[in-house]
């Protein structure tokens, strides 16, 4: 869990004024864990903290906030008539595009929420970590003062294919704050009529040239209706650079394309980086069973860096 940055400074570029919502600590069984996190804004809401009935009441106290900080705490069982018997500690703060300033460049977001600017020394040392070791912590309230880590910006990630895969991946990969996702195909009329909010269409008669505009640093998923438009897209990508890449497919036609792309000039370890297939065998052929095994490979792969800077919550 850790401060997603990026979708505060949507909501706000949107709405104007936009309410926090993060669970800062639980006390016994609660519906989410400490960093879950929602925005709250007049006519609608994003994330969640869990819990019906206490995101319910949250979020209306949320719209009504004056302050620019609150501190609540939650008897989930006597407050809220809910079957976990623990307690939540609950921070809502409001944001604008000037308070949004004052957090730019940071790694980790450490403010006083109870009142008192002076730092106590834990919160430093935390802080210390972070800057000289790279040790982001783990979000938590501590005397006083929530300390959050910044959700790095998200992944750049390219689907190649717009036809049924495509568009589960598409479905299953946008609402995740790791991803930016970039969904390309060689026409308008291949795309779905609504598309998933913050996805980026590129219709392109030629979609090898595209491939030019893509990050180095992106993943790329290639599902296209055509065999030879995979294969083009993997030499494409092989000349141009790419962080991962997977292509939907048989182990008969991945062993095909490996001879292909031996004899278009590509080195084998360099051949080797492609996954194919992607997904899930075990899960099945069905779009969204594919998606879901390749959303959850991309997912581990993505958060496996982070995990060995975490921060210990002592």
């Known amino acids: 869990m850790s401060f997603d940055l990026d979708a505060v400074h949507a909501a706000v570029a949107q709405y104007g004024r936009v309410t926090r919502v993060v669970i800062a600590a639980t006390h016994g069984s609660a519906p989410r864990e400490v960093g879950a996190a929602m925005l709250v804004w007049d006519e609608g809401q994003s994330g969640t903290v869990g819990g019906g009935a206490l995101e319910y009441e949250l979020a209306r106290a949320a719209r009504a906030q004056v302050v620019p900080t609150c501190l609540?705490?939650?008897?989930?069982?006597?407050?809220?008539?809910?079957?976990?018997?623990?307690?939540?500690?609950?921070?809502?703060?409001?944001?604008?595009?000037?308070?949004?300033?004052?957090?730019?460049?940071?790694?980790?977001?450490?403010?006083?929420?109870?009142?008192?600017?002076?730092?106590?020394?834990?919160?430093?040392?935390?802080?210390?970590?972070?800057?000289?070791?790279?040790?982001?912590?783990?979000?938590?309230?501590?005397?006083?003062?929530?300390?959050?880590?910044?959700?790095?910006?998200?992944?750049?990630?390219?689907?190649?294919?717009?036809g049924h895969v495509g568009r589960a991946l598409a479905a299953t990969l946008a609402p995740l704050p790791d991803f930016r996702v970039t969904w390309a195909d060689t026409g308008a009329a291949r795309f779905p009529a609504v598309v998933p909010d913050g996805v980026t269409v590129w219709p392109a008669p030629n979609l090898p040239t595209l491939v030019a505009h893509a990050p180095r640093e992106a993943q790329h998923l290639i599902v296209t209706y055509s065999h030879a438009l995979d294969l083009a897209l993997c030499h494409a990508l092989l000349q141009h650079g790419f962080a991962g890449c997977g292509l939907i497919g048989s182990a008969t036609k991945w062993a095909r394309f490996r001879k292909r792309l031996v004899a278009l000039g590509h080195a084998p370890a360099e051949i080797a980086r492609i996954d194919c297939p992607i997904g899930e065998p075990s899960l099945g052929k069905h779009p969204q069973a594919i998606a879901v095994g390749t959303a959850t490979a991309l997912l581990k792969r993505q958060q496996t860096p982070a995990a060995r800077h975490q921060g210990t919550t002592a």
């Open 72 to 162: 609540s705490r939650h008897a989930l069982g006597p407050d809220m008539g809910q079957c976990c018997g623990g307690a939540v500690e609950v921070v809502s703060e409001v944001y604008d595009a000037a308070r949004l300033a004052t957090l730019e460049g940071r790694d980790v977001i450490a403010r006083p929420v109870t009142g008192g600017d002076d730092t106590p020394l834990a919160v430093r040392r935390r802080l210390a970590r972070a800057r000289d070791r790279g040790e982001l912590p783990a979000p938590q309230l501590i005397e006083g003062w929530m300390v959050e880590p910044v959700r790095p910006r998200a992944a750049p990630l390219w689907i190649w294919g717009a």
